[in-house]
């Protein structure tokens, strides 16, 4: 079932990762490694994998989380690299990439909302049996 509302969410927060892929190119901490590429490639699968196995929750679960723990890491490293860059951290000089990870983890704790929701009412259906 595609057409749950936790599936815009999780969308939501995959374009929160495409769009940080497009933001996040002058990103350097760790030399000539693309991590930032690397990670927002893993989120938009995680997240179309998530999307995909609708039939079993808990999975849907596991991969949100994931990407929560991964989007949580891209938010402190974007943090780090922009406190280290030189002119203070006035956002309008220095872009909007943090912004984009913790939109990203809103999205996927508010689909985590309502997985679980749906596993209550999918148990509690079960019980009238």
């Known amino acids: 079932m595609l057409q749950r ?3 815009v969410w999780i969308f939501l927060a995959i374009l ?5 892929f497009f933001t ?12 930032m590429s ?20 808990k999975r849907q679960l596991l991969l ?16 780090y690299w922009l406190l280290n860059l030189s002119g203070g951290i006035d956002f309008p000089e220095k872009g ?8 990203s983890v809103i999205c996927l704790f508010i689909a985590n909302i309502f997985i679980r929701k749906d596993d ?6 079960d019980r009238l049996r």
């Open 5 to 7: 509302i936790q599936t």
């Open 96 to 103: 909007i990439e943090p912004f984009f990870p913790f939109l």
């Open 64 to 79: 949100n989380l994931i990407s929560i723990m991964i989007n949580a890491l891209l938010l402190g490293l974007l943090a």
């Open 38 to 57: 690397i990670a927002c490639v893993v989120l938009v699968l995680l997240g179309l994998l998530s999307i995909f196995s609708y039939k079993n929750r």
């Open 24 to 35: 996040g190119q002058d990103f350097s901490l760790f030399g000539t490694i693309p991590f």
């Open 120 to 125: 209550r009412l999918v148990k509690s259906v």
């Open 16 to 20: 929160g990762a495409i769009f940080l």
